[in-house]
């Protein structure tokens, strides 16, 4: 003990852990550049939340239950005040939001790099780089500020005016029917409003992109799931080793652990008197155990990890005690261990037996060279017995694969945890007592989406209302808007240009004074509103209604004419035949009305479209149509709210032409269908000769045989492995014969009819005509009741 304590100041320091994270980023002094940045606008968009949820509290006087978890919610104060306060936390929020959204798409485009992810592991790094300066390094502490801005986007009881994403909502509610497409138009404004104000320019572009690539992403999730990403965090962990002999019998064991990965050297400390069974925990913590963590850029690129032992000396140099060759080439190949493998069936799967032919009259038919001989069912059954065999064997060594890898367990965020078995040491210093060592991997993957994106981005409500809004906008826009043309509402023309407002603004004694319209401009503007005023006026009622109310009046006449017990049978079908004729004169003059109304209003509406067209570069005389009502007060009438209104009616009026349409596209079909024939008089009226009949029986029969019959032979030809081959040839052969049978049979009594017919006088001609007079003679009649 004395030598000891003398030599101790002579020896060198054991090796201490690796630092683990800190390791990689050693930060010295304050934060600055990007982090710096980062850091402020994470800290403003915080601080503005809460006070945002501040005033919201206080306004509505909300008081929090802290046994239920929930919120009691009080009465509504009127107190202005406190309404101005609320709104400029608002404000505060969406200018911090904007703020961070364009400082997050600023940092992705500030990546000039073609690799795949680069963006990702910058950002990923930016964040560990706030370690110990700030406490928005952790990455869940961000999620949760993020969720919060979310609840403050979308959540309905916060935003009763709907000035938020809440318009959205809105939105998608007008718009599933057509008929209040109009109502939804300012929500749309709104919505683009409210995006830009709480996300910005960029952050409008960046989440437009992402809602609308996330729509189709979901169907690739569950094999991306299974994918080993390749850049994440690698963690060595729960390192122990068995049976470790010392190279010499004079010292004693003092282990300790060498990784290296991807170019990254850590090591664990040394565990001192010398022993044999070392397990590598924490100093401070004995129920901890040690961590070596390393970032991996590329794991495919670097798959290989290198473990060593070594003895650690205080006087001398460090001895070794082996090392882990698993993959061969001095090492482990990471990627062929934290790939999960398929799961086996826990029984071999079951191959499809072959079917045998148990029919007796086709083992009959084999004899006579029909079908398959007895050689080639011997050789199936050994080509069968041979597949079975290779199928046993597959099996066997997918299982025996299976078991020789080590366990990998994939968790819901993607994360991989492989338990090794214990690893032989080898090398020159392992010894000969079967040393051995085991520990734990834990890959976390990078690629689990930007930790400045709520994560999931699937679980993302903000987001996928926003793809929603935007996929049915485009659609709004593209049928709606397009009826804009003609009534000057672009967006453009939503205010005055700066030039006519300033020549607005010169005026005399504070009154305002326009520029004056040339009298070209005032007479076209004069001659455009007398098409407004036509359109209006036709479109105020709409097209005349439709035939179905005369419908319904002459069933109710027909009704009460078969209810009354003094009407005669004669009689009824006279009311029937008026109303009929009724019908279709009206059913004619409504279709005349309706098709002169749609011209005239397609002809209205193609010249104020070429009025908007002629002006459309002349942006002068466009103001003078666009706001006449300021700038032409004598004779400007149509605001452009009232110009909207009129679009709007236009546009139902349209609807309602498409729906006339459709409903006499459907009174047509449904015409077709009850003027078919409903006795065989009709039918044979309907007919001039029995030779017209669509298909002549005598054909029809002759077809089916001679096709029932090739039936018999394509089993003959080809069936010759088919268990009910006889029995199916045996069928076809006698229903073919009884099909011929049935064909001559008609064809002989069709002769011998004709025959008949022309010797009495009374063939089909005669028939139809009769049937032609009786119906005569019922229609004058009912023509004499009415």
């Known amino acids: 003990q004395k030598l000891d304590a003398s030599a101790r100041p002579y020896m060198r320091e054991p090796p201490k852990p690796g630092s683990g994270e800190d390791a990689t980023h050693r930060l010295v002094g304050s934060l600055s550049g990007e982090a710096h940045t980062l850091h402020a606008r994470l800290e403003d968009l915080s601080l503005a939340l809460r006070g945002w949820r501040a005033a919201w509290v206080q306004l509505n006087r909300v008081t929090v239950d802290e046994s ?10 009127d107190n202005r005040w406190r309404l101005d306060d609320l709104r400029r936390e608002e404000l505060a929020v969406e200018r911090a939001s904007a703020a961070f959204e364009d400082f997050r798409v600023g940092l992705a485009a500030g990546v000039h790099s073609a690799e795949e992810g680069r963006a990702l592991r910058h950002s990923v790094g930016l964040l560990r780089s706030l370690t110990g300066f700030s406490c928005w390094s952790d990455k869940q502490t961000i999620q949760e500020l993020l969720r919060a801005r979310q609840s403050f986007l979308i959540e309905g009881t916060t935003d009763p005016g709907a000035l938020r994403f809440t318009c959205g909502q809105l939105f998608l509610q007008h718009v599933r029917h057509k008929e209040s497409w109009p109502a939804a138009e300012p929500l749309a404004t709104r919505w683009k409003d409210a995006v830009l104000r709480a996300l910005g320019p960029r952050g409008a572009a960046d989440w437009t992109d992402r809602a609308l690539r996330l729509q189709h992403k979901s169907h690739n999730k569950v094999a991306n799931k299974q994918k080993l990403a390749d850049f994440g965090r690698l963690c060595v962990r729960k ?3 068995q049976n470790l002999h010392s190279a010499s019998p004079w010292d004693e064991i003092n282990a300790f652990v060498v990784v290296e990965v991807a170019g990254q050297r850590k090591q664990t400390g040394a565990i001192m008197g010398n022993q044999s069974n070392p397990e590598w925990r924490k100093h401070d913590d004995s129920k901890s155990w040690e961590e070596l963590w390393f970032d991996i850029e590329s794991l495919r690129k670097n798959a290989q990890l290198k473990l060593r032992l070594w003895d650690y000396d205080g006087f001398a140099v460090d001895q070794a005690l082996g090392h882990v060759n698993e ?7 990471l ?4 790939t999960p493998s398929a799961p086996l069936p826990p029984q071999m799967p079951a191959l499809p037996q072959p079917e045998e032919s148990s029919d007796g009259l086709g083992r009959a038919l084999q004899h006579f060279g029909f079908g398959k001989s007895s050689e080639q069912e011997a ?8 597949i079975q065999q290779q199928h046993r064997a ?11 890898r080590h366990p990998v367990e994939v968790h819901s965020d993607g994360s991989i945890t492989c338990r090794l078995r214990p690893l032989p040491l080898v090398g020159e210093d392992s010894g000969h007592g079967g040393a051995c060592i085991e520990f734990e991997l834990f890959y976390e993957s990078g690629d689990t989406g930007d930790p400045f994106v709520l994560q999931p981005e699937e679980e993302d409500d903000a987001l996928a209302l926003m793809g929603q809004v935007e996929d049915r906008l485009r659609v709004y826009h593209e049928s709606f808007f397009k009826c804009s043309e003609g009534f000057f509402l672009p967006a453009f023309d939503g205010s005055m240009d700066a030039s006519t407002d300033s020549l607005a603004k010169g005026s005399i004694g504070g009154a305002a004074s326009y520029p004056e319209a040339p009298p070209r401009v005032a007479e076209e503007v004069f001659r455009y509103n007398r098409l407004l005023h036509r359109i209006s006026v036709i479109t105020r009622n709409g097209p005349h209604p439709s035939g179905d109310e005369v419908v319904q009046r002459g069933q109710h006449a027909t009704a009460e004419g078969e209810q009354d017990p003094g009407t005669s049978r004669e009689s009824v079908q006279g009311l029937v035949t008026s109303r009929e004729h009724l019908l279709h004169q009206q059913t004619q003059a409504e279709s005349h009305d309706l098709q002169a109304f749609e011209e005239e209003l397609r002809s209205l509406l193609q010249q104020i479209r070429e009025v908007e067209r002629s002006v459309s570069h002349d942006y002068a005389t466009r103001h003078f149509f666009a706001f006449q009502d300021e700038l032409l007060p004598s004779i400007g009438e149509w605001s452009t709210d009232r110009r909207r209104r009129l679009r709007n009616q236009v546009f139902i009026v349209g609807l309602e032409i498409e729906k006339r349409h459709q409903q006499k596209a459907e009174e047509q079909r449904r015409k077709a269908v009850i003027l078919g024939p409903h006795s065989l008089s009709s039918l044979l009226a309907s007919v001039t000769s029995p030779n017209d009949l669509p298909v002549q029986p005598v054909v029809l029969a002759l077809c089916a045989g001679l096709s029932i019959y090739a039936v018999a032979m394509v089993a003959l030809i080809f069936g010759g492995g088919w268990a009910c081959q006889g029995w199916i040839m045996l069928l076809a052969s006698t229903l073919a014969v009884a099909c011929l049978a049935l064909a001559g049979y008609l064809h002989v009594k069709r002769s011998f009819s004709g025959v008949d017919a022309a010797d009495n006088g009374k063939g089909y001609t005669k028939l139809m005509a009769e049937s032609a007079r009786a119906e005569d003679t019922s229609s004058r ?3 004499e009741n009415v």
């Not at 929930?70 to 509504?76: A, D, H, I, P």
């Not at 990627?335 to 934290?338: R, Y």
Request: charged content about 20%.
């Open 781 to 783: 009649s009912g023509s």
């Open 327 to 333: 993959d061969g080439s001095g090492g482990l190949n």
């Open 335 to 338: 990627v062929d261990i934290l």
């Open 394 to 404: 597959a099996y066997q060594a997918a299982l025996r694969d299976h078991s020789a």
């Open 379 to 386: 050789q199936e059954t050994i080509d069968w017995k041979m």
């Open 239 to 241: 390192i122990r080793a």
């Open 68 to 77: 239920g978890g929930g919120m009691r919610y009080g009465t509504y104060s």
